[in-house]
């Protein structure tokens, strides 16, 4: 039996978003974050809700300020399949979009991360 598609969206509006500037472990109805970690907030971790908890659902994830001492880390609750390492953003404008299947986190908008990681940037 499939379940309704609007049970989990009609029980509450979600207009706003989260601006975290320290650690923040999202729920599931914490759709879209803009974290900043510059020199005053020191490096930051993202948690991304349960997988399961957060099926069928998209989350946008847009790193306003971080840098190569103040990074932006992005981490699961050791509950995603083949979670293949936190993802860490060292720059501004880093925009991921994030779709939980039921089992495994799905990242989009990554593929200039995955070049970064073959290619590094220089670093002085």
Request: some cysteine.
């Amino acid at each position: 039996m499939l379940e309704d598609k609007f049970a989990q969206h009609d029980k509450e509006t979600v207009d706003k978003y989260h601006d975290p500037r320290a650690n923040y472990a999202m729920t599931t109805l914490d759709y879209v974050l803009r974290p900043s970690a510059n020199e005053d907030t020191g490096p930051i971790i993202i948690t991304l809700p349960s997988v399961s908890q957060a099926k069928g659902r998209l989350y946008s994830i847009l790193c306003r300020e971080a840098d190569w001492i103040n990074s932006i880390t992005i981490t699961h609750k050791n509950d995603s399949e083949c979670w293949d390492g936190d993802i860490v953003f060292y720059e501004g404008c880093a925009p991921t979009l994030w779709y939980s299947d039921g089992l495994y986190w799905h990242m989009f908008g990554a593929l200039r991360f995955i070049f970064d990681d073959l290619f590094p940037k220089f670093q002085p």
